[in-house]
T-cell receptor
Framework: DTAVSQTPKYLVTQMGNDKSIKCEQN?????MYWYKQDSKKFLKIMFS???????INETVPNRFSPKSPDKAHLNLHINSLELGDSAVYFC?????????????FGPGTRLTVT | SQQGEEDPQALSIQEGENATMNCSYK?????LQWYRQNSGRGLVHLIL?????REKHSGRLRVTLDTSKKSSSLLITASRAADTASYFC?????????FGGGTRVLVKP
Protein backbone atom coordinates (compact mmCIF):
# COMPACT_ATOMS: atom_id res chain seq x y z
CA ASP A 1 0.00 0.00 0.00
CA THR A 2 1.29 3.44 -0.92
CA ALA A 3 1.74 5.56 2.20
CA VAL A 4 2.06 9.02 0.64
CA SER A 5 1.02 9.43 -2.96
CA GLN A 6 1.21 12.40 -5.28
CA THR A 7 -0.33 13.12 -8.65
CA PRO A 8 0.84 13.79 -11.21
CA LYS A 9 4.38 12.44 -11.17
CA TYR A 10 5.40 14.67 -14.07
CA LEU A 11 3.92 18.00 -15.07
CA VAL A 12 5.08 19.98 -18.08
CA THR A 13 3.37 23.28 -18.70
CA GLN A 14 3.89 26.72 -20.14
CA MET A 15 4.59 29.96 -18.34
CA GLY A 16 1.49 31.73 -17.17
CA ASN A 17 -0.59 28.60 -16.71
CA ASP A 18 -2.23 27.49 -13.46
CA LYS A 19 -1.67 23.96 -12.20
CA SER A 20 -2.41 21.79 -9.18
CA ILE A 21 -0.59 18.93 -7.50
CA LYS A 22 -2.48 16.55 -5.26
CA CYS A 23 -1.24 14.60 -2.26
CA GLU A 24 -2.86 11.90 -0.19
CA GLN A 25 -1.60 9.93 2.79
CA ASN A 26 -3.14 6.75 4.22
CA UNK A 27 -1.02 6.66 7.38
CA UNK A 28 -3.56 8.38 9.60
CA UNK A 29 -1.12 11.22 10.22
CA UNK A 30 -2.22 14.62 11.47
CA UNK A 31 0.43 16.73 9.76
CA MET A 32 1.29 17.21 6.11
CA TYR A 33 3.93 19.26 4.30
CA TRP A 34 4.95 20.60 0.93
CA TYR A 35 8.64 20.84 0.07
CA LYS A 36 10.42 22.18 -3.01
CA GLN A 37 13.66 20.56 -4.19
CA ASP A 38 15.64 22.62 -6.64
CA SER A 39 18.08 21.49 -9.30
CA LYS A 40 20.93 21.49 -6.77
CA LYS A 41 18.94 19.12 -4.57
CA PHE A 42 18.31 21.65 -1.80
CA LEU A 43 15.03 20.81 -0.11
CA LYS A 44 13.02 23.65 1.41
CA ILE A 45 9.81 23.57 3.37
CA MET A 46 6.99 25.58 1.85
CA PHE A 47 3.89 24.82 3.90
CA SER A 48 2.66 22.58 6.67
CA UNK A 49 -0.84 21.75 7.84
CA UNK A 50 -1.87 20.11 11.07
CA UNK A 51 -5.43 18.84 11.25
CA UNK A 52 -6.31 21.03 8.25
CA UNK A 53 -4.86 24.13 9.90
CA UNK A 54 -1.92 25.97 8.33
CA UNK A 55 0.99 25.98 10.79
CA ILE A 56 4.00 26.71 8.59
CA ASN A 57 3.96 29.23 5.78
CA GLU A 58 7.45 29.99 4.58
CA THR A 59 8.40 32.89 2.36
CA VAL A 60 6.69 31.61 -0.74
CA PRO A 61 5.14 33.74 -3.51
CA ASN A 62 1.41 34.07 -3.00
CA ARG A 63 0.96 32.42 -6.39
CA PHE A 64 1.31 29.21 -4.37
CA SER A 65 -1.78 28.27 -2.40
CA PRO A 66 -2.10 25.07 -0.39
CA LYS A 67 -5.44 23.57 0.49
CA SER A 68 -6.22 20.79 2.92
CA PRO A 69 -9.78 19.50 2.50
CA ASP A 70 -9.19 16.90 5.22
CA LYS A 71 -6.36 15.43 7.26
CA ALA A 72 -5.44 12.92 4.58
CA HIS A 73 -5.16 15.35 1.69
CA LEU A 74 -3.01 18.37 0.96
CA ASN A 75 -3.09 19.97 -2.45
CA LEU A 76 -0.88 22.66 -3.93
CA HIS A 77 -2.21 25.10 -6.49
CA ILE A 78 0.16 27.32 -8.42
CA ASN A 79 -1.04 30.33 -10.38
CA SER A 80 0.75 32.12 -13.20
CA LEU A 81 3.61 29.63 -13.40
CA GLU A 82 7.11 31.00 -13.93
CA LEU A 83 10.31 29.38 -15.20
CA GLY A 84 11.77 29.50 -11.69
CA ASP A 85 8.97 27.28 -10.42
CA SER A 86 10.53 24.33 -12.22
CA ALA A 87 11.55 21.89 -9.50
CA VAL A 88 10.52 18.67 -7.82
CA TYR A 89 7.75 19.15 -5.28
CA PHE A 90 7.46 16.67 -2.45
CA CYS A 91 4.56 16.07 -0.16
CA UNK A 92 5.26 14.54 3.25
CA UNK A 93 3.34 13.62 6.36
CA UNK A 94 4.13 12.96 9.99
CA UNK A 95 2.28 11.76 13.05
CA UNK A 96 2.26 15.21 14.58
CA UNK A 97 3.56 18.72 14.06
CA UNK A 98 6.50 18.53 16.37
CA UNK A 99 10.03 17.71 15.45
CA UNK A 100 10.24 14.37 17.30
CA UNK A 101 8.38 12.78 14.42
CA UNK A 102 9.92 11.35 11.30
CA UNK A 103 8.43 12.43 8.04
CA UNK A 104 7.18 10.17 5.28
CA PHE A 105 7.70 11.49 1.78
CA GLY A 106 5.78 10.99 -1.41
CA PRO A 107 7.56 10.13 -4.68
CA GLY A 108 7.63 13.73 -5.85
CA THR A 109 6.14 15.70 -8.73
CA ARG A 110 8.62 16.99 -11.29
CA LEU A 111 7.29 20.30 -12.58
CA THR A 112 8.82 21.72 -15.74
CA VAL A 113 7.75 25.18 -16.86
CA THR A 114 8.64 26.10 -20.43
CA SER B 1 24.69 29.60 3.44
CA GLN B 2 22.24 26.82 4.15
CA GLN B 3 21.34 25.48 7.55
CA GLY B 4 22.43 21.85 7.71
CA GLU B 5 25.28 21.91 5.22
CA GLU B 6 26.86 18.63 4.36
CA ASP B 7 30.35 17.55 3.58
CA PRO B 8 31.49 16.10 1.30
CA GLN B 9 29.04 16.91 -1.47
CA ALA B 10 29.92 13.65 -3.20
CA LEU B 11 31.62 10.44 -2.17
CA SER B 12 32.69 7.43 -4.22
CA ILE B 13 33.73 4.22 -2.50
CA GLN B 14 34.10 0.50 -3.19
CA GLU B 15 31.61 -2.00 -1.90
CA GLY B 16 32.57 -3.13 1.57
CA GLU B 17 34.21 0.15 2.53
CA ASN B 18 32.80 2.55 5.09
CA ALA B 19 31.23 5.86 4.08
CA THR B 20 31.33 8.87 6.38
CA MET B 21 29.56 12.15 5.82
CA ASN B 22 29.25 15.22 8.00
CA CYS B 23 26.59 17.80 8.59
CA SER B 24 26.77 21.23 10.20
CA TYR B 25 23.88 23.35 11.37
CA LYS B 26 23.51 26.84 12.68
CA UNK B 27 20.88 27.11 15.40
CA UNK B 28 19.89 25.16 18.50
CA UNK B 29 18.03 22.00 17.67
CA UNK B 30 15.52 19.61 19.23
CA UNK B 31 16.96 16.69 17.32
CA LEU B 32 18.70 15.87 14.07
CA GLN B 33 17.47 13.42 11.47
CA TRP B 34 19.11 11.69 8.54
CA TYR B 35 17.28 10.75 5.36
CA ARG B 36 18.20 8.84 2.22
CA GLN B 37 17.00 9.68 -1.28
CA ASN B 38 17.41 7.24 -4.11
CA SER B 39 17.50 8.74 -7.59
CA GLY B 40 14.06 9.90 -8.68
CA ARG B 41 12.43 8.96 -5.38
CA GLY B 42 11.21 10.62 -2.23
CA LEU B 43 13.23 10.80 0.98
CA VAL B 44 13.25 7.91 3.42
CA HIS B 45 13.89 8.43 7.11
CA LEU B 46 16.98 6.61 8.43
CA ILE B 47 17.62 7.67 11.98
CA LEU B 48 16.85 10.38 14.53
CA UNK B 49 19.24 11.51 17.24
CA UNK B 50 18.00 13.73 20.06
CA UNK B 51 19.89 16.80 21.18
CA UNK B 52 20.85 15.11 24.47
CA UNK B 53 22.29 12.04 22.74
CA ARG B 54 25.83 11.77 21.46
CA GLU B 55 25.73 8.58 19.45
CA LYS B 56 23.12 6.27 18.01
CA HIS B 57 23.24 3.04 16.02
CA SER B 58 20.79 1.42 13.66
CA GLY B 59 21.99 -1.65 11.78
CA ARG B 60 24.98 -0.55 9.69
CA LEU B 61 24.35 3.11 10.47
CA ARG B 62 26.10 5.07 13.19
CA VAL B 63 25.23 8.69 13.87
CA THR B 64 27.06 11.07 16.17
CA LEU B 65 25.99 14.48 17.37
CA ASP B 66 28.17 17.21 18.82
CA THR B 67 25.94 20.09 19.87
CA SER B 68 28.91 22.19 20.99
CA LYS B 69 30.21 22.15 17.43
CA LYS B 70 26.73 22.08 15.88
CA SER B 71 27.69 19.08 13.81
CA SER B 72 26.68 15.50 13.13
CA SER B 73 28.16 12.61 11.23
CA LEU B 74 26.66 9.58 9.54
CA LEU B 75 28.75 6.46 9.11
CA ILE B 76 27.60 3.61 6.88
CA THR B 77 29.67 0.51 7.54
CA ALA B 78 30.37 -2.28 5.04
CA SER B 79 28.68 -0.40 2.24
CA ARG B 80 26.70 -2.15 -0.48
CA ALA B 81 25.82 -1.12 -4.01
CA ALA B 82 22.25 -0.59 -2.79
CA ASP B 83 23.51 2.18 -0.48
CA THR B 84 24.09 4.35 -3.55
CA ALA B 85 21.90 7.37 -2.89
CA SER B 86 21.92 10.94 -1.62
CA TYR B 87 21.96 11.37 2.14
CA PHE B 88 20.49 14.43 3.83
CA CYS B 89 20.66 15.66 7.37
CA UNK B 90 17.75 17.66 8.72
CA UNK B 91 18.09 19.82 11.78
CA UNK B 92 14.88 20.24 13.69
CA UNK B 93 13.62 23.17 15.72
CA UNK B 94 10.03 24.11 16.46
CA UNK B 95 7.81 22.49 13.88
CA UNK B 96 10.34 22.59 11.06
CA UNK B 97 12.95 20.36 9.53
CA UNK B 98 15.70 22.24 7.74
CA PHE B 99 17.55 20.12 5.24
CA GLY B 100 21.10 20.36 4.05
CA GLY B 101 22.17 20.02 0.44
CA GLY B 102 22.97 16.34 0.79
CA THR B 103 25.91 14.05 0.13
CA ARG B 104 25.76 11.94 -3.02
CA VAL B 105 27.23 8.52 -2.30
CA LEU B 106 28.25 6.13 -5.04
CA VAL B 107 29.12 2.59 -3.99
CA LYS B 108 30.94 0.76 -6.76
CA PRO B 109 30.60 -3.03 -6.91
Amino acid sequence: DTAVSQTPKYLVTQMGNDKSIKCEQNLGHDTMYWYKQDSKKFLKIMFSYNNKELIINETVPNRFSPKSPDKAHLNLHINSLELGDSAVYFCASSQGPGTPYEQYFGPGTRLTVT
Amino acid sequence: SQQGEEDPQALSIQEGENATMNCSYKTSINNLQWYRQNSGRGLVHLILIRSNEREKHSGRLRVTLDTSKKSSSLLITASRAADTASYFCASTAGNKLTFGGGTRVLVKP
